[in-house]
């Protein structure tokens, strides 16, 4: 009797059983069901598309993928929300124990073949991919910070200017 798909157990496959069968899995995941992208700043307005494509390397599972879709970040410069395009490739092999001579150029994750959770991976991917500095590009963020307010480029004359005397203050001494 097949059991029912649960939303929280439909990212966990047999990663070993897929790559002998050489199958490919597609998920579209919601920044909703990936804490750890919205603990780094990820607007909950974003979804990330995963391809994954098993096979079998030197005995083990091996996943090549693809990440793709559009995340938004708050731009650093002006605070205001940038949506930043994602098309990541990425080659992984599934391992129970940490080699530091893994073959192949493929990248090692230690996980359960037997239980692999696929949200994880194409988060832990997604995170990689993120900028460190979310940022428009310099001639957007001046448009975005110049519509918000009209006289933005005019100089405030009240601003106070505490050190601007303190040469003649020095010399008098």
């Known amino acids: 009797m097949p059991r029912p798909q649960d939303a929280r157990n439909d990212s966990f ?3 070993a059983a ?3 069968a050489g199958s490919k899995v597609e998920r579209t995941f919601a920044t909703s069901e ?3 992208l919205s603990g780094a700043g990820v607007l909950g307005e974003s979804e990330l ?3 994954f494509q098993f096979s079998e390397y030197d005995g083990k599972p091996a996943v ?3 990440l793709s879709g559009r995340l938004v970040l708050t731009c650093q410069r002006c605070m205001a929300p940038v949506a930043l395009e994602i098309d990541e490739r990425f080659n992984v ?3 129970d124990a940490e080699r530091a001579d893994e073959p192949g150029g493929y990248e090692p994750v230690i996980a359960s073949a037997v239980r692999f959770d696929l949200r994880w991976l194409a988060e832990d991917q997604a995170l990689l991919a993120l900028p460190l500095v979310a940022m428009h590009a310099t001639k ?3 448009e975005q910070t110049t519509s918000d307010s009209p006289d933005a480029e005019a100089p405030d004359e009240t601003a106070q200017k505490p050190f601007q005397n ?3 203050m020095m010399r008098k001494r």
Request: glycine content about 4%; some cysteine; proline content about 4%.
């Open 64 to 66: 090549s993928g693809m």
């Open 13 to 15: 496959v047999d990663a």
């Open 18 to 20: 897929l790559a002998v």
């Open 93 to 95: 092999i599934v391992v």
């Open 34 to 36: 990936l804490p750890r």
């Open 49 to 51: 598309r995963a391809c």
């Open 166 to 168: 303190l040469r003649d």
């Open 140 to 142: 957007e963020c001046h």
